[in-house]
């Protein structure tokens, strides 16, 4: 039960294969690509108003109560609060499902919703009907990260947080949403790496910082209150999901000091400093010996105490249990109830502290006082958001609904994101971009040619699966010794990368490869390599294949990936994008141990570092690589670091 899934909302698939298109003047080639997005309606009975509290107009004796007052500062109304609460609605409010409490004429909230590239139905929080069938999906975000654009990055944020207030407002979504995953892709194989900015803490920080905001910060300017409360996640040390027999939920990260200061904390600091994030979420595994929901240094000692954080601190979902049964942290489940609370954890994802927290009490483990403590954090948290300001319909996001959802400017920036991202990594002179006018037939190979679900983050045809076992190899040759350009779409999907899903190789999934370079040297034209995946791939065959003359990574590019392709494929734009991670060749998987935490290199086990800062190994394609059409740009590379200073000083890199 983890909140972390990258699909927005199921789509119909069906099987298909090669297919040519045959072009007319006018029309742009793949644009068949658009794929215009069909959700499954889920008929779900929705009520189609929000939850909220203090409505003074159905209960006239709340304007009574202090908490009720929305004119009195935050503190003073959960104080006032949480003392007419009894023990038990208090622990009601230590978990994501919080229990109503009538007497008192507050409904029930679910702290659990997602919105990682776009609003998600992962979590408990969040729900499609027919009148919200489904939301935009922005691509994953380590391709917009690619983009290496604080602006997009914050744009992409705002667009998210209208559409679930937009939600909210019609009973669909809650108000706090366990996004953004700002751990460092460390490993290529990491399942999840798809889902964060990428290996760079400075990038990390950025895309922390500007996506938190976006979803946090109000129009009318208000500090105090938010849109919608956002969380950095998953804190920390947590980059490895299944490998060779170590998960997640087993796994002890041994960090050094150093790699914790300069890697693995900064995103989390920046988030909760300059971001002003509402919520950090503790992980699953351990780091140094201690689950990290359980550790009072990393949790009261360093996210309050040092960073100050205005806000609440969760656990991952099921973490407590997690504790008491993978890590065996404690013996009983109310030692790890009053382990998680005097370390600092405010609210559990889960029913642990609901149902342990009162025996916790009376046998002495934990003190009411730590209680109020947490359901205070939680309490100001949902009163910042407007949740005990009575009835929503006079509050300032109440004009959005169902028409705010997937408007066209939404679905232009999920386009406009995926280009920005897209990296061209290989461009023989001439092959890109293509001349429409040149190209009457254009062929669309591979399993992911027609690849709507994948292209969300975790589809597909020349193979009839990610493996291209199948692979329909004759057919494929034919039409691409027939067509004047061929475009492979190959890579991988979530059946590969995913969470709870690490690779081993990170060599092109099955058969893939043969199939490249059969249907290369059979193609007459120019051949457009297309490569979906959250990590990076060893293709150093393709680089060198003179016959393969672009290569393409689209990450997965959400829901308006196919029309960024064509944009990129028939110049409509120049790619900009730079990779965000370091390509290692497949060597490097056979030789490190995913469960390395270490960053910099070891001369005496032959551990050979991760990421640009400490590797110095071959590569198949480095960090920040990206080319351009334009001449200059395709020759020289401009350096992160550079990137960063152009955008906030507005000068050009020479
Ligand atoms: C691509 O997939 C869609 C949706 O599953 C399907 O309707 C369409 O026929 C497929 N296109 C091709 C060319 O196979
Ligand atoms: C959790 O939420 C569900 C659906 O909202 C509700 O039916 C259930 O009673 C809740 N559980 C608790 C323990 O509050
Ligand atoms: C960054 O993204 C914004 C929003 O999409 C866009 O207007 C701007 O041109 C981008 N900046 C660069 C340098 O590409
Ligand atoms: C509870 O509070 C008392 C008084 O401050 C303190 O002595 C005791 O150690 C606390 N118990 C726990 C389990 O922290
Ligand atoms: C990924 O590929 C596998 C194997 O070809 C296929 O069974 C699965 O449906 C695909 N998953 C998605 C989400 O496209
Ligand atoms: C990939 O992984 C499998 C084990 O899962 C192994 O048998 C195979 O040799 C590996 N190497 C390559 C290059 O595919």
Redesign the pocket.
Known sequence: MSPLKTFVFPFIIRSSSIFVMALNSRVLALSILLLVLSSQRKHVASQNSPNFACDLDQNPILKNYAFCDSSLNVKTRANDLVKRLTLEEKIGYLVNNASSIDRLGIAEYNWWSEALHGLSNTGRGTKFSNLVPGATSFPQVILTAASFNKTLFKTIGKAVSTEARAMYNVGLAGLTFWSPNVNIFRDPRWGRGQETPGEDPTLTSKYAVAYVRGLQERDDGDKNRLKVGACCKHYTAYDMDNWKGNDRYHFDAEVTQQDMEDTFQPPFKSCVLDGNVASVMCSYNKVNGKPTCGDPNLLKGIIRGQWNLNGYISSDCDSLDVMLNSHHSAKTAEEVA?DAL?SGLDLNCGDSLRLHTLNAIKA????E??VDRAVSNNIEMLMRLGFFDGNPTKQIYWTLGPKDVCTPANQELAREAARQGIVLLKNKLGSLPLVPKTIKSLAVIGPNANATRAMLGGNYAGCNNVECDIVQLDEAKKVAATADAVVLVMGSNSSIEDETIDRINITLPGQQSALISEVASASKGPVILVLMSGGGMDIRAAKKNSKITSILWVGFPGEAGGAALADIVFGRFNPSGRLPMTWYPQSFAEKVSMTNMNMRPDLATGHPAYTYRFYKGETVYPFGFGLSYSSHASTVMIKPKEEWIKQEHGNLVP
């Open positions: 009053a005097n002495g483990l934990v003190n006082s730590v």
